[in-house]
């Protein structure tokens, strides 16, 4: 597929994917939709891509879903059916058992907000703004948002944050929970790449596994989550990088992994 909607880049074990509309600050059209669909369906099955950062063009990460598609007329079947599909790719990126690094360079807002939320990195440009306003458009939080927030801020806050749809800066988007890192504008590239070459570094098949666990903690048992546990480090202990690591260890020097 060629890329229109998104840049993709790769360098070294990390592939960045840039949203490409920032004219609309990079609203999520369904070209871009379709476009991030292929290329994370690439990254799942390319064994050279160990991280993946998401960013956008221009001052924006992502201002939500294009406007101009969501007055359409339809019944509840269709209705129901478009969701799904829109969800498709969304939950192939939650899944993706490789390290997801949001970098945000600015708004992000709506479904960019629960975007967001969903990687497993957050980090922040002080110009950072995020909210979920979906309640100016008469609808509700979609893209797993009314899952992620409040296991990041608490049902209370996640309620006022969602009720009143109000925009949250960077500084106090981190003292709630859901932003790893404040960074000043014009370091958070640079920032953003030595943290996705710290992780591309780690032992990639540990990495996902934990990811997997990590995702299904909050609604799993104990036995469920030591039930996985034990699959998941028979699993680890016969990666090359588990000996890697322990031959590292025992020689004093830093572990070379291959994500094998």
Not at 52 to 72: I, R
Request: aromatic residues 8%; charged residues 25%.
């Amino acid at each position: 597929m060629n890329y229109e909607a998104i840049i993709l880049e790769q360098e070294g074990n990390v592939a960045t994917v840039k949203f490409n509309n920032p004219s609309k600050k990079n609203m999520l059209t369904e070209q871009m939709k379709d476009e991030l669909k292929d290329a994370i369906n690439r990254f799942k099955d390319d064994d050279t891509v160990k991280v993946v950062v998401l960013t956008g063009s221009g001052d924006s990460f992502c201002a939500g879903g294009d406007l101009s598609t969501m007055g359409d007329k339809m019944d509840l079947i269709q209705g129901r059916n478009r969701m799904i599909n829109l969800q498709e790719w969304f939950v192939q990126l939650v899944k993706l058992e490789k390290p997801v690094i949001a970098s945000i360079n600015g708004h992000a807002v709506g479904a960019g907000f629960s975007l967001a939320l969903a990687s497993d990195i957050i980090l922040a440009s002080e110009k950072a703004l995020f909210g979920a306003p979906f309640n100016k458009v008469g609808v509700i939080p979609d893209y797993g948002c009314l899952y992620f927030l409040p296991r990041y801020v608490g049902l209370l806050k996640a309620k006022e944050i969602v009720f009143t749809g109000k925009l949250l800066k960077a500084p106090e988007a981190k003292e709630l929970g859901f932003v790893n890192e404040v960074i000043p504008h014009e370091q958070l590239t640079e920032v953003t790449k030595k943290w996705a070459q710290r992780l591309s570094k780690g032992p990639a098949v540990a990495i996902g596994l934990a990811k997997n666990m990590l995702n299904i903690t909050y609604e799993s048992s104990l036995k469920t989550i030591l039930d996985y546990e034990i699959l998941s480090q028979t699993i680890a202990l016969q990666t090359k990088d588990h000996r890697e690591g322990v031959s590292a260890f025992f020689e004093k020097r830093e572990p070379k992994f291959q994500g094998r």
